[in-house]
């Protein structure tokens, strides 16, 4: 079925193209998937176990499924579907987003600065953009997983070696960044990312704000859930999200029964995996408590199936609670089951002789179906599990985890805040804030009243906030911390539709900035902000927290510090030349010299400028060549001349008036 209708909002009709009825497509998707679950049974509990049902749940899992196929097919078709509305009926008030005249000052006079920083992941970019908040200003980017010749990463010798030893992978999907913690507060030493498409984990030093070391993390694919320990930074997590053979070496390729996924404890000083363990089903979102001893992961899949069908046959899944100290413990005596590339590996397994005693080393929580994250409140007192395809949130009590006969009875709460609830963050005033995918909004709502009320209750919620459209992760300020500040709150939409200008079929995401105030004022959209796609997640650091450089100190510089009359040409070989540059305003330390055709080159260039911002590049034209210089900072790249000729070197960034004058040549002689 076709007709003529305005798909793309300028007013112009399709006329007779073939443009499908958005009714139509709604009713295949649910086609589609009454087709994906026919097979599916409906659920019910072991005899030795609770049913667990969707709390509050008022529709049945198909029917909220399609619902939620529906609204994706809705969206897609151009128009705007603010969400699914929550016919459980809380009482709470709903705001609008980002009509009307703001009454929160979110603006930063020029000159001024911003109270926060905020880093957000980048998605497939591969890297981390620094924003400040409340202005949401770009800062800078910092190049993590993938090449950046605007900063040369991935070009000078020291960047290439941190990417070859990450893997030598050529792009990067990073997803959680998290920052190091002493306290239980941010130290501002390092920031930590995640690569879910390639298994690794960077980690950046915050004194330059550059990627100084990447894990590819051994015997895992697609690290997903990652956050560091707290209090202190003892060791960085990560949970590889897909089950593999272990090792993955072609052995049990269609066995699906004998794929694992690991949970792995990283020391984050040497960037060493110390050690792994197996768990069932897939692993997914991961956070700690406050006291070091529990690092807490979602999971799916806990029928270990390798279609939807399969995994979405039972009507429940499981928490895995770690108990860090005892699998420690467990290593240090040598118990662990087997060594795979060098690390060690504990079973964790439901049916681990580890967990067959009064104290087991993982903790199997029962949860409503498929939830997608872990949160834990800032006075480490619960774990907040948002339900996904449940409309609640699953609060466990930490304390308990370690005293229960039966972890089910860890359960505090379950209150209902609405449909597709992914993450959760705190305003330290006792409020949780969860994002909810499918009804397009924020939900506020009160911790200790969840607590109080009866599973699946809307008591609790205070006040929902529409914003646009379908968000993933959110974050308050400072909400990581155990004394989070309170104030904004940013929304990292998955969908921008009608929201900016038309800039063709791949749409900017939306961050939308929020005030959240004190107390119980209300929720209020202040900015709309365009993502390039995809950001997945952000953190945020007070600016005092992070106290960055602003020249490099020469005891953290690798290389020789060449000066103006250190500059010259070293012979290394019959084939290979050492280069030594100088930098600064206008100059190199050579007008010219002169090297071999065939010889490999090592070019060490200094910045020899003291003053802050004067940074220097060198590129070499038709040899792949860009280095960005920072002041007092060396860098050296190696590249081979392959053609004899002339080869002006030039200076990339505009540092004085007579940039374009700065200069050099390579003068490549012929071998023979």
């Not at 209708?5 to 009825?21: E, M, N, R």
């Not at 770009?138 to 020291?158: C, H, M, S, W």
């Not at 529409?466 to 004394?483: C, F, L, R, S």
């Amino acid at each position: 079925m076709t007709q003529s209708f305005d798909d793309d909002g300028d007013g112009a009709s399709t006329g007779d193209l073939d443009v499908p009825d958005p009714t139509e497509v709604v009713a295949e998707h649910e086609r589609e998937l009454e087709s994906v679950l026919a097979e599916v049974e409906e659920p019910t509990g072991a005899d030795d176990s609770p049913t667990l049902e969707l709390a509050g749940l008022q529709l049945d899992r198909r029917d909220f499924m399609k619902a939620g196929a529906a609204t994706g097919a809705m969206t897609a078709l151009g128009g705007c579907v603010g969400g699914l509305t929550d016919t459980g009926g809380s009482g709470a008030g709903t705001s609008s987003g980002g009509g009307g005249k703001s009454t929160a000052d979110h603006k930063v006079p020029p000159g001024e600065h911003d109270e926060y920083y905020g880093f957000w992941s980048g998605g497939h970019s591969g890297e981390i953009r620094v924003i400040g908040i409340p202005s949401m200003r770009v800062l800078t980017r910092i190049p993590v997983f993938n090449p950046e010749p605007a900063k040369g990463y991935g070009f000078d010798d020291q960047s290439k070696q941190v990417l070859e030893e990450g893997g030598g992978y050529s792009w990067g999907d990073n997803h959680h960044p998290a920052l190091s913690e002493t306290g239980g507060d941010y130290d501002g030493e390092y920031l930590f990312v995640n690569d879910k498409a390639n298994g690794r984990i960077a980690r950046i030093d915050l004194k330059y704000f550059e990627t100084d070391a990447i894990l590819d993390v051994p015997n895992v694919q697609a690290v997903h859930g990652f956050t560091v320990q707290s209090p202190d930074t003892e060791y960085i997590f990560g949970n590889g999200e897909f089950r593999t053979p272990l090792p993955n070496d072609g052995r049990d390729l269609d066995s699906p029964d004998s794929y694992e996924s690991l949970f792995s404890a990283i020391d984050p000083e040497s960037m060493e995996t110390q050690f792994q363990v197996r768990v069932d089903g897939n692993l997914d979102i991961l956070d700690t408590d406050k006291d070091g001893r529990w690092a807490i992961a979602s999971a799916y899949n806990s029928e270990e199936a390798v279609t939807i069908s399969g995994m979405t046959h039972d009507d429940r899944d499981y928490v895995k609670a770690f108990d860090v100290p005892a699998i420690e413990k467990l290593v240090e005596q040598g118990k662990y089951d087997e060594e795979v590339n060098g690390v060690p590996i504990v079973d964790g397994t439901k049916e681990s002789p580890h967990n067959s005693g009064s104290n087991p080393i993982v903790r199997y929580v029962p949860t409503p179906k498929s939830p997608h994250c872990v949160e834990v409140g800032p006075n480490g007192k619960y774990a907040f599990v948002a339900g996904k395809l449940s409309p609640t949130v699953t609060m466990l009590d930490i304390e308990k985890l370690g005293e229960v006969d039966d972890p089910a009875d860890a359960v505090a709460g379950r209150p209902k805040v609405g449909l597709g609830p992914l993450h959760t963050t705190f305003d330290g005033n006792g409020h949780a804030y969860t994002s909810l995918f499918i009804d397009s909004q924020v939900a506020k709502w009160d911790i200790e009243k969840a607590v109080e009320a009866e599973t699946g209750s809307t008591e609790p919620i205070l006040e929902k906030q529409d914003v646009h459209y379908n968000p993933g992760h959110i974050q308050a300020v400072e909400a990581m911390t155990t004394d989070p500040d309170g104030e904004w709150l940013v929304s990292l939409n998955k969908l921008s539709k009608d929201r900016f200008l038309n800039v063709g079929p791949i749409h900017p995401d939306n961050d939308q900035l929020i005030h959240i105030g004190e107390g119980e004022k209300e929720m209020e959209v202040v900015a709309d902000h365009p993502a390039y796609p995809e950001p997945h997640d952000c953190v945020f650091a007070h600016k005092d927290k992070i106290s960055p450089k602003r020249v490099y100190d020469k005891a953290d510089v690798d290389g020789e510090f060449v000066t103006e009359s250190a500059s010259g040409v070293e012979r290394t070989g019959e084939e290979s030349v050492n280069v030594k540059l100088s930098a600064k305003r206008s100059e190199y330390g050579l007008a010219d010299f002169t090297v071999k055709e065939g010889d490999e080159v090592t070019m060490t260039v200094t910045n020899i400028e003291g003053v802050a911002d004067i940074v220097h590049g060198v590129a070499v034209p038709e040899h792949d060549v860009h280095v960005a210089v920072a002041p007092q900072d060396t860098r050296e790249a190696t590249f081979t001349v392959d053609e004899p000729g002339v080869y002006w070197i030039y200076c990339t960034y505009f540092c004085s008036a007579l940039h374009l004058e700065m200069r050099s040549r390579m003068l490549v002689e012929p071998r023979d």
